[in-house]
T-cell receptor, first 114, second 116 residues
Framework: DQQVKQNSPSLSVQEGRISILNCDYT??????FLWYKKYPAEGPTFLIS?????DKNEDGRFTVFLNKSAKHLSLHIVPSQPGDSAVYFC?????????????FGKGTHLIIQP | GAVVSQHPSRVICKSGTSVKIECRSL??????MFWYRQFPKQSLMLMAT?????????EQGVEKDKFLINHASLTLSTLTVTSAHPEDSSFYIC????????????FGPGTRLTVL
């Protein structure tokens, strides 16, 4: 069973608008959540993370929101830029920084339309 | 961010042979590294945790005798795919970091293994 779910395989957003990527998890032991961006045949690149003691973390154009009671998190990118087109993976861990390994969702392919 | 390298970036081998993949943390020491596998259009799946100076721990369903892991130093972990078969063809990625050292896992660029 999938412990981290990204239910949208793809998302198309116009340049300049807000991109919202969603992620749900089932394991209540998860305490730390991360978002990665990935291009084909490359390793994932870290974007932003959030600890379960927070409900929001912001870094430039990227903001992650966590609703622990709903076991739901989202990544907001604003404004969206063409270079943001990639696959975005949500990942979770029971330890800070993913120190016990990461459980990944299946990813959402974000396409930014000019 | 921190840099993690992998070598080789791609390898093609014959069925029955063994292949070694190296993962190095270039600008920090990592007592723990992780190995993942990604099949086409699938998620990254954690295979094993590589522990410096001790045995690796494997996730359920991953054969430890098939995927040999050695973490001989604080900057190097190796994954050896023994007696490779076509179904082992995949994208293998390592990561390092996390815990008290950094707040995330940094990933290598991955190794594309094709077994003929």
């Amino acid at each position: 069973d999938q412990q981290v779910k990204q239910n949208s395989p793809s998302l198309s957003v116009q340049e300049g608008r807000i991109s919202i990527l969603n992620c749900d998890y089932t394991n209540s032991m998860f305490d730390y959540f991360l978002w990665y961006k990935k291009y084909p045949a490359e390793g994932p690149t870290f974007l932003i993370s959030i600890s379960s003691i927070k409900d929001k973390n912001e870094d430039g154009r990227f903001t992650v929101f966590l609703n622990k009671s709903a076991k739901h998190l989202s990544l907001h990118i604003v404004p969206s830029q063409p270079g943001d087109s990639a696959v975005y993976f949500c990942a979770a861990s029971s330890k800070r920084g993913g120190a016990d390994g990461l459980t990944f969702g299946k990813g959402t392919h974000l396409i930014i339309q000019p | 961010g921190a840099v993690v390298s992998q070598h080789p970036s791609r390898v093609i081998c014959k069925s029955g042979t063994s292949v070694k993949i190296e993962c190095r943390s270039l600008d920090f020491q990592a007592t723990t590294m992780f190995w993942y596998r990604q099949f086409p259009k699938q998620s990254l799946m954690l295979m094993a945790t590589s522990n410096e100076g001790s045995k690796a721990t494997y996730e359920q369903g991953v054969e430890k005798d098939k995927f040999l892991i050695n973490h001989a130093s604080l900057t190097l972990s190796t994954l050896t795919v023994t007696s490779a078969h076509p179904e082992d063809s995949s994208f293998y990625i390592c990561s390092a970091g996390g815990g008290g050292v950094t707040d995330t896992q940094y990933f290598g660029p991955g190794t594309r293994l094709t077994v003929l």
